[in-house]
């Protein structure tokens, strides 16, 4: 079983709570097809835009916040994840789509890229399925 750990200086905002945001998470690690790689685990930062900016800007080069930010792990070290909760709100709004709807696109971008796929087809694909099995009951 993967180990998923939750840091949130904006835990009041997430339209997810901590046990559902380690539920999505499991779900989107065990939905990858069986040839891809995956971290050992994964630890969700859940930040403001005041906090993800600074990380945007040295490690992306970008000035302001983005919504997601990752760094691959390996078999025996956990991925990290981290999520601008602003953003996850204004894309939200922006998007038309519910703000849990969103978190879920948000999570499975960030652990396919974890699991090492870059923009395009073959990421939108392995996506879905993640945000598929995230929502199953």
């Not at 949130?8 to 945001?21: F, G, H, N």
């Not at 000035?63 to 953003?87: A, I, R």
């Not at 709807?101 to 499975?108: E, S």
């Amino acid at each position: 079983m993967p180990r998923i750990h939750i840091y949130s200086r904006a835990d009041w905002r997430m339209p997810l709570s901590r046990r559902e945001l380690a539920t999505c998470l499991k779900r989107m690690l065990a939905a990858l097809p069986e040839d891809m790689p995956r971290p050992a685990g994964i630890d969700l930062h859940c930040l403001r835009d005041g906090d993800m900016a600074p990380n945007n800007a040295i490690y992306m080069g970008c000035p302001g916040p983005t919504n997601v930010l990752s760094f691959p792990g390996g078999e025996d070290m956990p991925g990290t994840l981290l999520l601008s909760v602003d953003t996850l709100y204004r894309e939200s709004l922006l998007y038309g789509q519910s703000p849990r709807g969103h978190a879920v696109r948000l999570l499975a971008h960030g652990v396919g890229h974890l699991s090492g796929l870059d923009h395009g087809p073959a990421m939108d694909a392995v996506c879905a399925l993640m945000e598929a099995a995230a929502v199953a009951h």
